[in-house]
C-alpha cells in the first residue's frame, strides 16, 4: 500500500520561501508520476507540478512557472517543491499525489494529508 507524506509548509510573507517535502513509501510501478497540487478555501483542487519517477521530466501550472521547481530523489523515494517569490494567492492546502498523467486530477490515485501553506502580505 502506498503511503504519502508531506511535510515542509508553514506561514511566510510575501516573497518568502518554503520547501515541501513529500515522503513515499510502497511504491506503486504502474503510476509514474508524481504531483504537487493546492486546494483553497472555497475553491477546487488545482494542478500545480508533477515529475517522473523514472525520467525526471518536469511539468508545471503557468501560475507558478518561474517561481516553483519540484524535484525527486529516488533513493529517498522523496519529491519536493521548492516555492520562491511566494503570494497571498498561493496560500493553500497542498498535497503530494501519486498517479499516472502529468496534470489530470482524476489519474492521480494514492494522495497525502495536505500541508498548509499560508502568505502573509
Known amino acids: 500500500q502506498v503511503q504519502l507524506v508531506e511535510s515542509g509548509g508553514g506561514l511566510v510573507q510575501t516573497g518568502g520561501s518554503l520547501r515541501l517535502s513529500c515522503a513515499a513509501s510502497g511504491r506503486s510501478f504502474s503510476r509514474n508520476f508524481m504531483g504537487w497540487f493546492r486546494q483553497a478555501p472555497g475553491k477546487e483542487r488545482e494542478f500545480v507540478a508533477s515529475i517522473t519517477w523514472s525520467g525526471g521530466s518536469t511539468y508545471y501550472a503557468d501560475f507558478v512557472k518561474g517561481r516553483f521547481t519540484i524535484s525527486r530523489d529516488n533513493a529517498k523515494n522523496t519529491v519536493y517543491l521548492q516555492m520562491n517569490s511566494l503570494k497571498p494567492e498561493d496560500t493553500a492546502v497542498y498535497y503530494c499525489?501519486?498517479?499516472?498523467?502529468?496534470?489530470?486530477?482524476?489519474?492521480?490515485?494514492?494522495w497525502g494529508q495536505g500541508t498548509q501553506v499560508t502568505v502573509s502580505s
Open positions: 499525489a501519486l498517479g499516472r498523467l502529468r496534470s489530470l486530477l482524476s489519474a492521480y490515485d494514492f
